[in-house]
């Protein structure tokens, strides 16, 4: 709340009610975007002729009207700060008459933002039983009050709002705009709250809580508000260039502990993401070779700090969704479609250098990378307009994240996340530190085992099955993986006939491609003709059946039935039309492999041909190669295990 303030001589009620309405001399100042009365029915729905009744009637130097003024929410729209405004009113003037006006204009000092706020205008008089059955007149509703004959008197002036202890109501209803303003936030999702208290206070309370960061961010000075105009800034008003450079150094104040706070966070990120690093490293060494009871324990540990980790929410990520809290749900939309356009166009340029990279220096080398190149720049131009697309359309909605205010709130809440997941943070460093002695423990005892183990030993027929059958587990499983790995690298392997047709369309200038393209369209413009001529067939069939109408049937039967007539007719023009078309593309299809053919099976080109599809092959080679290896590695580890299968079998019998 800004400003309680009463009316009395100095100042006509009816003027400034014309004030906050945006009426008569006032009309051309604008930024009324909503009024609104409760009025008694004598001044017949008119705040006007209320308050000029007041400024006629009150007693001299009596309080004609007092004003309540306290900003709403910048990121509610109208009808949702008319919710705070309603809670108020129905609380605290539901015994009043009173006027309201809300303005929404950019403040001379506001940074360009909108500073939404609200007038109250209301009389003290209280609104009593007599009134509730018959009104008073104007004249007699403004006179002094009359304690032992009510009717014949005004009414009184609630001591709330003129007696002793007003001040103490005061703080009482900014303490209940608070929660009204909270509640509603709230309840629209905005993660916004407001605080009656002072910085000193609020302070205080952070650093009772544990909450460091947000008590040296409340460590400010506190910016009064006070009216200002345009022609003071101009002149540079001393008070105003005070404010400007105190504003300037809070807002310095504020972006240095954001950053130190996030700079923290980062460092602890790093650090516990390479000890995680380091970790599972040493986690997939060990466990192959842990006994069966301790690799489950370790196991479990495992899992327990993954899943841990999937609670933290580190800076970047943070930043990410206090950015997406204040954006609409069609800027969030739009943030996702390009983040995924990102994604995709570092996808594909990755691709392509990969392609680029992996070129020979040869001619032919070269010419084979081309078939592939062409269709991934497609691609990434694609990907470009597709992202550059949907940032142009963000670019206004993150402008408005950008205003100084937004961007305080924005801040606020990097903070609130990042206190908020604090204790995540902790338990999953400390899991990292336990995980990390078990690892240490078991290496420990791993070594221990196997020394002991150099000596002579002796196992038993129950050992011996036991060990078999995990030898033979982890064997069967490492087989499932290296099947997944060769079938992954097979898809990059070219066979000689594929290399052959890769060569032929480069010896063709790529003629081949765009042959098997065309061929591929008339295959289903084939398709999708036949479908028609079956589907014309099966209406016209179901025309033929129909009679023709009589000499006496409507004319509208008659038209729909040459209609359809006529629709029948147009459609089997259309269908020996595309039929027509279909041969002669059928026809250019022939010739050209025809003549593609012919031009690639002269001694020449056969030549030329086989040189390509060499160099084809030998840049797949590294792929064969791997292939090669991995099938050898597959074949040993299947071999293995059939005979740890027979040697299981055999310690059973």
């Known amino acids: 709340m800004d400003v309680l303030q009463k009316g009395t001589d100095s100042t006509f009620a009816s003027s400034h009610l014309q004030y906050i ?20 029915r004598l001044a017949e729905d008119s705040p006007l002729k209320f308050f000029h009744a007041a400024d006629r009637y009150e007693r001299a130097n009596g309080e004609r009207y007092k004003e309540i003024i306290f900003a709403l929410p910048n990121e509610l729209n109208l009808a949702q700060q008319k919710e705070i405004l309603d809670a108020f009113l129905s609380k605290h003037l539901a015994d009043h008459y009173y006027a309201w006006a809300i303005h929404e204009k950019v403040g001379t000092l506001s940074g360009g933002e909108r500073q939404p706020h609200v007038h109250i205008m209301f009389s003290t008089r ?56 909270n509640a509603v936030l709230e309840k629209h999702g905005v ?43 101009l002149k540079k008003n001393a008070r105003v260039e005070r404010f400007q450079r105190l504003r300037a150094l809070n807002d310095k104040h504020r972006h240095l502990v954001s950053a130190k706070n996030l700079a923290t966070d980062r460092v602890r990120q790093v650090n516990a993401e390479e000890l995680l690093v380091n970790l599972q490293r040493a986690y997939e060494e ?22 841990t980790e999937t609670t933290v929410l580190w800076g970047d990520a943070v930043q990410e969704k206090a950015r997406l809290d204040f954006m609409e749900e069609d800027t969030r939309a739009l943030w996702h479609e390009m983040k995924t356009a990102r994604t995709e166009l570092r996808d594909l340029r990755a691709l392509a250098e990969g392609v680029r990279v992996a070129e020979k220096s040869t001619a032919d080398e070269a010419q084979s990378a081309e078939e592939l190149l062409p269709a991934l720049e497609e691609r990434i131009t694609t990907a470009q307009k597709k992202y550059h697309r949907a940032a142009k359309k963000l670019q206004p909605e993150l402008r408005k994240l950008s205003a100084r205010g937004t961007a305080r709130n924005i801040e606020n809440r990097i903070h609130q996340l990042l206190f908020e997941n604090e204790l995540a943070k902790k338990r999953f460093e400390k899991r990292l530190r336990d995980f990390k002695d078990r690892i240490e423990t078991a290496k420990t005892k791993l070594h221990t085992e196997r020394v ?24 069967d499983a490492a087989i499932i993986e290296k099947r997944k790995e060769l079938e992954e690298v097979q898809k990059n392997v070219l066979t000689p006939e594929r290399a052959e047709l890769i060569a032929q369309n480069i010896f063709a200038g790529g003629a081949w491609k765009e042959l098997r393209a065309r061929e591929n369209a008339h295959r289903k413009q084939e398709g999708y003709y036949k479908n028609d001529v079956a589907a014309w067939k099966t209406e016209r ?11 006496f049937a409507s004319s509208a039967t008659k038209k729909a039935y040459r209609d359809e007539e006529r629709s029948l007719e147009d459609r089997r023009e259309a269908l020996v039309q595309r039929k027509n078309s279909l041969a002669k593309e059928s026809a250019e299809l022939t010739r050209m492999h025809s003549e593609l053919t012919e031009r690639c099976n002269t001694p020449e080109a056969a ?22 290896k991995l099938a050898g590695e597959l074949a040993a580890m299947t071999k293995e295990s059939a005979e740890l299968g027979k040697e299981k079998s055999a310690a059973d019998q």
């Not at 309405?21 to 008694?40: D, L």
């Not at 605080?195 to 205080?204: I, N, S």
């Not at 002991?452 to 064997?475: C, N, P």
């Not at 069939?541 to 000499?551: H, T, V, Y």
Request: proline share 4%; aromatic share 6%; glycine share 6%.
């Open 126 to 181: 209280e609104i009593d039983a007599q009134e509730r059955q018959q009104e008073r007149t104007p004249e007699k509703f403004f006179q002094r009050a009359n304690k032992k004959h009510p009717e014949r008197g005004g009414y009184v002036k609630a001591e709330k709002w003129v007696g002793k202890k007003r001040k103490d109501y005061l703080l009482h209803i900014r303490e209940d705009f608070e929660k009204n303003q």
């Open 286 to 307: 060990l466990r192959e070779n842990l006994p069966e009871d301790a690799r489950k324990e370790l196991e479990d540990a495992h899992r327990d700090l993954i899943a």
């Open 607 to 628: 030549k030329k041909i086989a040189g390509i599809a060499a160099g084809v092959m030998e840049r797949n080679k590294p792929f064969a190669v791997k292939a090669s």
């Open 452 to 475: 002991e183990e150099s000596g002579a030993q002796s196992f038993s027929l129950a050992d011996v099955v036991r060990i078999l059958s995990e030898a033979k587990r982890y064997t």
């Open 191 to 233: 993660p916004v709250r407001v605080d009656h208290r002072t910085l000193k206070a609020q302070q205080e309370d952070a650093l009772r809580r544990g909450d460091h960061v947000l008590a040296e961010l409340l460590d400010r000075i506190p910016e009064t508000d006070f009216a200002v105009s345009l022609d003071d800034i």
């Open 21 to 40: 309405n945006r009426e008569a001399a006032h009309e051309m100042r604008g930024g009324c975007v909503a009024t609104g009365h409760a009025m008694p």
């Open 541 to 551: 069939d179901a025309f033929e059946k129909k009679s023709a109408p009589g000499l």
